[in-house]
């Protein structure tokens, strides 16, 4: 006995040396909740049902206290000691990052840890753990920061309450964040305790906003902060440990309006459960609650090793009990799933459409739509779900399973009557099945796809690369969600082109079409191919969708190319040499005035806005009565532009700034001797038109006219007669269904020149070939003149058969009057040149060694040669130019411009 | 409303007093030679102690000489150098202990006429507070303490949420302001008869030697004394992992005036003054001494 009390007596005294021993030379430990206040810099997070900037909702300093204070306790607990940079969420207590290292470093600290959690800054969501320390990755300023940091993440990587994206990250803030050059965090710089920043979780990805605001889940970190120290200094002493858990519906997806969600956070989580711990006796310890924000969080702390149980009740489910081992100086983790108590049959409580026989017909992509009374067991339901005649189409679970939504793939067929029925297989969560099969019936209207009525670009148009515009045009208005994912530009790699959102225009109520304008914001490189994709998804408000994905093919230009074998006749320089002559039709006035804004040449353009519907009469035969009444269309002349003269072997050419009005820019001309008698069919002849054709694009272009008589026959000009230009004539089409009440037009420079095509070339594609043919074919047969530019080849003023003859003949070995091949471009070139267009240098550049560059002209002739990686084009003259680059590798080509 | 009118009561000092501030002269120091932080100019202005980022080692610079000398190379040593009134440098190191893990800080004193430093408080685990006097410094351990006079005239140290203000040997300790995080960067007034420190929270706040509270300057670091009216501080801003502005700025004790040295763009930092010279530093180690005019 004596010997028993001995013994204890010097255990005793033993323990209290060792306890005096800890502690006096337990750590201190300086904790920094980040951030403080609720301003703008101390993350808020906007969660329901917390407004944004509500101090009760989610904010980084507010989450970043708790689990400062839970560190704090439990390392006082084990007996370290400890300072704090603040026990309150006020703006006063967001210290300067120099203040908190120096409180640190007065305070004599051993380990200091900067507590927070991370953001991504961007759409994408993630969850992961990572952990900074000064200094390059592996090399850190203070020793031991590295240990300290990995030693923390080991203990917050055991959390199984949360979803993690990833494992934890280790690095140094340098290596970290490359672009501070070495500046690395504030509360690390000068910091000579062994120290470290943690970004415990990601309080931007939703599941974890909610579960950041449950006081036991930070609890559970701050608790594993202290874990993380006891494994640093290689304490083991304290004899406690901790359990927590998520509480979550077994099945029931979870509704968090569109956020992303990982793993098991896409089940409901179960609030307002009681969980009980207890002994393996079933006698309660301890009890707690998981709040009703949705995260399902429970913990039990500070616990003695040992067996226990839990168990969970909420009144809506059934209850469980899982036995869990605690062990000291660990986190335990213990998850529950719930399976809900289901105790009716499922049934129909709600459904659309609701149709009966007389009823107007619904539209072809129409929903359907079943409520349920429970959440429903999804695959069984859908194999219970029948509609006939059958169609494609796709099942949606809506409200945690309680909605199922089923939509036609493509769309149902028009004028069916459809019956759908859902069979009595159909069950719920619980596995009951519906004891009556539920049926409905619906008949479709007759439109079933959006119909585009036009697309700019057109395929395989030609658009000015600066300022672009594109445009669809619709018989519906758009739904105007979204569409700036289903009309997508991109260039020849694949690269979207950004749009000028702001000034984008859509159709609205009232409009005779749906559409969407979109100005392009990017500038695009002449010469290169562009690709316009519009998704089959685009649809209009009716949900009414394309029928199939469009795509456009078109190649940017620069309209405004020099053009030096052309004289500009007039430039629209100034408007207030230009009148209208008329107006007539409907009454209404147009106007002619400068712009500045958009303009090719000197400093302005002539603007000429004009209303234009209710439509006036046609334009041939406005034409065809000129003389009596000039009605249908609007006129416009200007001295300068009467004063001209064209000979007959010239053309006009006019740069035009479109709106997609679809409207008509003519140039009318008379002959100088005007020597026919009006009576006669020469007199016809004496009075050509030059026909620019129909605005039916956007943006700038460089047209030649095409020769037109009074008579609607396309032609050529007399070359043996010279004529004068009388006026600018802009009229529209009555037929259209395009009805445009305004339309805005601009003009720059107006050309003239001798007819420079091919002999031959009929479609003006600079050759000749059996396209020719063809297009002289078509004009001929079908009176379609789409592809005629020079159509009169032998120059006898008409187009006939002749003209067929002879574009054969030159088939047939004669000239031909192509010029030199360009340079070849060699595919898959590695080389890439600019920038495009250029005014000083062309710079080439490459995986390998460039050996020297050369620059053609688009005539295949040598311009100049250098032997580095560029070019010098300073004192070049503007157009278009083939830059032929030599690598070690390879030789390729490149279409340059040069502009000044 | 008592509250309010000694605001207006400020306001309309501050608007009154009319100083002017020149800046006289401004050279930059250690140009393409390091970066250097952590400055601390000697009590004449003739040498400025300095170090790097991390505070890391302990360099003088004689600005008449523009020679450098290293004092250390250890760690932390840069962090909290200061000047005794006897012309010595006194500084505290810091290493982590291998076996514990625990950081143990140690004393040092440099003498600079024989260039060499020796121990003064010996390693030991736990803050060392540096006590700064008019006539003599102390290094006050947790468990050892050392003291260059037994009288160091008056002088002053914080720890925690106090300042201890000694005079002739005999220590008060007060808390004129409440600061949870605590106080930092205490100094004595040329003439001895004001204290100037930081309180977390609060910002800078000027103490006569009983403890009352004669001006609080705003949310500013780092005060130095340019002389016994004027104070030189750092205005930082940050959000919250790296800083984001960082200016310098000329304070009157009093409190009714104030003029910013440089711009908050211009990331300058860490100032210390000594015979009418103000030295401070950027983001990126580039020190600067500027000299400067004030006509009351």
Request: proline fraction near 4%; aromatic fraction near 10%.
């Amino acid at each position: 006995m004596k010997k028993t009390i001995y013994i204890i007596a010097i255990m005793m005294v033993a323990a209290m040396a060792t306890n005096v021993a800890r502690a006096q030379y337990m750590p201190h430990v300086y904790i920094n909740p980040g951030h403080g206040g609720h301003d703008s810099d101390d993350r808020n997070v906007v969660i329901y049902p917390f407004a944004q900037g509500d101090t009760a909702g989610y904010w980084e300093s507010n989450s970043n206290l708790k689990k400062g204070f839970a560190l704090n306790n439990c390392l006082r607990a084990k007996g370290y000691t400890t300072s704090m940079s603040r026990v309150s969420n006020q703006t006063s207590d967001d210290l300067a990052l120099s203040t908190i290292v120096a409180l640190c470093n007065s305070s004599g600290a051993d380990i200091f840890y900067s507590i927070h959690s991370n953001a991504t800054g961007v759409p994408a969501r993630r969850n992961h753990i990572l952990a900074l320390y000064r200094g390059p990755t592996g090399s850190p300023v203070v020793a031991n920061s590295d240990v300290l940091a990995l030693n923390l993440v080991q203990r917050l990587q055991v959390n199984e309450a949360a979803v993690w994206t990833s494992s934890y990250q280790i690095a140094g803030d340098f290596t970290f964040y490359p672009d501070w050059n070495n500046q690395g965090l504030g509360v690390l710089r000068g910091n000579n305790a062994v120290s470290m920043l943690s970004e415990g979780s990601f309080h931007d990805y939703i599941p974890e906003t909610y579960r950041l605001m449950n006081d036991n889940y930070c609890w559970m970190e701050g608790w594993n902060f202290s874990l993380g120290a006891d494994d640093y200094f290689g304490y083991s002493f304290f004899g406690k440990g901790a359990v927590a858990g998520n509480i979550r519906d077994n099945r029931m997806p979870r509704v968090l309006n569109n956020f992303i969600m990982f793993g098991d956070d896409n089940r409901e989580p179960v609030s307002n459960a009681t969980v009980i711990l207890m002994d393996m006796n079933d006698v309660p310890i301890d009890t707690c609650y998981t709040d009703d924000l949705y995260n399902g969080i429970y913990a039990f702390k500070m616990l003695n090793p040992g067996s226990y149980k839990i168990k969970v009740e909420q009144e809506h489910y059934y209850s469980q009990t899982k036995v869990v081992t605690i062990q000291a100086n660990h986190s335990t983790y213990c998850n529950f799933d719930l399976a809900r108590i289901r105790e009716t049959p499922p049934e129909v409580i709600n459904y659309s459409p609701v149709w009966s026989e007389g009823d107007a017909p619904l539209k072809a992509n129409t929903p359907v739509v079943f409520e349920f009374n429970w959440d429903m067991n999804t695959e069984a339901t859908e194999a219970a779900f029948h509609i006939e005649p059958a169609v494609e189409g796709n099942f949606r679970w809506e409200d945690s399973n309680y909605r199922m939504v089923f939509e036609p793939t493509d769309a149902y067929d028009v004028n069916t009557l459809y019956t759908v029925t859902l069979d009595t297989n159909a069950e719920h969560g619980g596995g009951m099945k519906m004891q009556e099969p539920f049926t409905l019936q619906f008949k479709t209207t007759y439109r079933k796809y959006l119909e585009v009525i036009d697309i700019f670009p057109h395929q395989g148009d030609k658009v000015h690369y600066k300022n672009a515009t594109i445009e669809l045009r619709t018989d519906s208005m758009l739904n105007n969600s979204y569409y700036y994912d289903k009309i997508v530009l991109t260039d020849k790699d694949g690269n979207a082109l950004t749009y000028n959102r702001r000034n984008t225009k859509t159709g609205k109520a009232g409009d005779p079409f749906g559409y969407i304008r979109i100005p392009v914001a990017s500038t695009m490189t002449p010469g290169e191919e562009y690709t316009l994709t519009i998704a089959k998804e685009m649809d209009d408000t009716a949900g009414i969708h394309l029928p199939e994905t469009i795509v456009h093919k078109f190649t940017a230009v620069d309209a405004g190319e020099e053009k030096p074998d052309a004289t500009v006749i007039e430039g629209f320089e100034d408007a207030s040499t230009f009148s209208m002559v008329a107006a007539t039709g409907n009454g209404q006035e147009g106007t002619v005035l400068s712009n500045s804004t958009d303009r090719l040449f000197g400093s302005k353009s002539l603007q000429i806005k004009y209303p234009c519907w209710p439509p006036f009469d046609k334009v041939v035969q406005a034409i065809a009565t000129r003389d009596n009444a000039l009605g249908g269309q609007y006129e416009f002349t200007s001295t300068a532009i009467s004063e001209a003269t064209i000979a007959g072997n010239e053309e006009l050419s006019l740069h035009i700034f479109g709106d997609m009005s679809y409207v008509d820019v003519m140039i009318y001309l008379s002959s100088t001797d005007n020597s026919s008698p009006k009576s006669t069919p020469s007199w016809v002849y004496d009075h050509p038109i030059f026909d620019f054709g129909k605005i039916d694009f956007h943006g700038w272009r460089y047209i030649t006219g095409k020769v037109r008589y009074l008579t609607g026959e396309v032609g050529n000009l007399n070359p043996n007669k010279t004529y004068k230009i009388e006026s600018i004539f802009i009229g529209n089409e009555p037929e259209s269904p395009i009805k445009i009440s305004n339309a805005t037009i601009k003009l720059d420079n107006l050309l003239k020149s001798q007819k420079s095509s091919v002999y031959g070339d009929v479609n003006g594609d600079g050759h000749v070939s059996s396209v020719d043919v063809t297009a002289l074919y078509n004009y001929l047969l079908n009176g379609d003149e789409s592809d005629i530019i020079n159509g009169d080849v032998d120059g006898d003023g008409h187009i006939s058969s002749v003209d067929i003859t002879a574009i054969y003949n030159i088939l047939l070995g004669t000239e031909n009057e192509m010029p030199a091949p360009a340079p070849e471009t060699k595919p898959n070139s590695s080389v890439k040149v600019g920038p495009v267009p250029s005014s000083d240098y062309i710079m080439a550049s490459a995986k390998g060694y460039i050996q020297g560059v050369e620059l053609y002209d688009m005539s295949g002739n040598l311009v100049a040669r250098n032997g580095g990686n560029y070019m010098n084009v300073g004192s070049m003259r503007d157009g278009h130019y083939i830059l032929k680059v030599y690598t070690t590798n390879e030789v390729s080509s490149h279409h340059v411009a040069v502009k000044h | 409303m008592k509250r309010s009118l000694l605001l207006i009561m400020g306001l309309l000092a501050l608007i009154a007093s009319g100083q002017q501030v020149r800046v006289t002269s401004s050279t930059q120091l250690l140009r393409d030679v390091e970066p250097a932080f952590y400055p601390t100019l000697s009590p004449n202005g003739e040498l400025l102690l300095y170090s790097d980022a991390d505070a890391h080692g302990l360099k003088m610079l004689d600005l008449t000489t523009n020679k450098v000398t290293n004092i250390s190379f250890e760690n932390g040593a840069g962090f909290d150098a200061k000047w005794s009134p006897d012309g010595k440098v006194y500084y505290v190191t810091s290493m982590v202990d291998e076996k514990s893990r625990l950081v143990y800080r140690t004393g040092k004193c440099y003498d600079l006429s024989s260039q060499t430093s020796d121990v003064v408080l010996k390693a030991q685990h736990g803050a060392i507070h540096t006590e700064v006097g008019t006539q003599g410094i102390a290094l006050n351990g947790t468990k050892e303490k050392f003291s260059s006079k037994p009288n160091r005239g008056i002088s002053v140290y914080t720890e925690k949420s106090e300042i201890v203000v000694a005079i002739n040997g005999k220590e008060h300790r007060y808390s004129p302001v409440e600061s949870y995080a605590g106080y930092l960067w205490p100094s004595v007034s040329p003439a001895g008869d004001k204290i100037a420190f930081f309180a977390a929270g609060k910002g800078i706040v000027v103490i006569d030697l009983e403890g009352q509270v004669l001006a609080e300057l705003g949310n500013y670091e780092m005060p130095c004394w340019y002389n016994n009216d004027y104070i030189v501080a750092q205005n930082a801003s940050d959000d919250g992992y790296q800083f984001t502005s960082s200016q310098i700025l000329l304070l009157k004790a009093d409190g009714t005036f104030k003029h910013e040295l440089t711009a908050k763009t211009s990331m300058t930092m860490q100032p210390t003054c000594g015979g009418e010279k103000i030295v401070y530093t950027t983001i990126d180690g580039l020190l600067t001494m500027i000299t400067i005019e004030i006509n009351d």
